[in-house]
């Protein structure tokens, strides 16, 4: 039987976005994911994401195999996760670690120190939002006339240019589905519960990670990630340890190059099972 891998999506793009990363994982593995994390009225998003990490651990729950006639035991997956996803599914392990064998980063750096003061001063005085996405997301466009209006617009965006085509394809298809029987197209990921996501990063992780993970972490950090570079990598490298690699790309690298990101989550994946 399969290993599970529960794969996390990052802020925006709905999990079917990763379908070719999915693709090219599901020979080895049974994949499992939320399609818009957020989105549920259950699971709201407030400061530090308590609830986000209780929809993924819900999720979860309900993988349960039949053992024998009379019990049933909790399987251990594999989480992994971009961006958003990817510090869910590392504050879903610190919460179940007993359900969890290892867990993957994509691109998501651990604030820890002075820097998760910073953020938490900048979220309680508002100026995170201008140091973040979060702005601009409240003014993103949510209308498209057709899919090829929607792919030409972003295929017009220098950061979506450099998108492997099958990955801007299956964004166009499942995060701007149509809308109305006319061909016109909408955001299937509400632009203010993606706000919400951006305002309450967690400040309270790095702390959370003083003593270590409980479960195996592996990290894949992009070469030319913005937000490397602005949260760094001490704390991500001490939980990382050897389980850590970098892939040229930016932020959204699984995006650029998913073979090559389904390629490194295998390897990293490996290695953990290994050293366990």
């Known amino acids: 039987m399969k290993d599970i891998i ?8 709905p999990a079917s976005t990763y379908r070719t990363i999915f693709a090219e994982l599901s020979d080895d593995y049974d994949i499992r994911s939320i399609e818009r994390i957020g989105h549920d009225a259950r699971f709201p998003v407030t400061r530090d994401w308590p609830y986000l990490v209780d929809q993924l651990i819900d999720d979860m729950s309900r993988y349960r195999r039949k053992v024998d ?14 961006s958003l996803g990817g510090y869910v599914s590392l504050m879903a392990a610190l919460k179940r670690p007993q359900w969890v064998k290892g867990v993957v980063m994509l691109d998501s750096p651990v604030i820890a120190g002075w820097k998760s003061g910073l953020l938490r001063v900048t979220q309680w005085t508002g100026l995170d939002e201008r140091l973040s996405p979060a702005a601009a997301t409240k003014k993103r466009r949510t209308q498209w006339a057709s ?3 929607a792919w030409r617009h972003f295929l017009a965006k220098p950061a979506f240019a450099r998108w492997d085509e099958r990955m801007l394809s299956d964004y166009i298809d499942f995060g701007i589905p149509p809308a109305h029987a006319n061909g016109t197209r909408a ?3 509400d632009r203010h519960v993606e706000y919400l996501i951006y ?6 992780l790095g702390a959370r990670l003083a003593h270590g993970a409980p479960v195996p972490v592996g990290f894949i950090a992009g070469t030319r990630s913005r937000e490397v570079r602005q949260v760094g990598l001490s704390m991500t490298r001490r939980i990382a340890g050897e389980h850590f690699e970098w892939m040229d790309g930016s932020h959204l690298f699984p995006m650029e190059r998913p073979i090559d990101t389904a390629r490194a989550v295998q390897r990293l994946l490996e290695a953990m099972r290994a050293s366990t």
Request: negative net charge; without cysteine; proline residues 6%.
């Open 187 to 189: 955001l299937a990921f």
């Open 199 to 204: 305002r309450t990063l967690p400040h309270t």
């Open 69 to 82: 006639e009379e019990d049933e035991a909790h399987p251990k997956v594999w989480l992994v996760g971009h």
């Open 147 to 149: 899919r090829d209006e």
């Open 6 to 13: 529960h794969f996390s999506h990052a802020n925006g793009f």
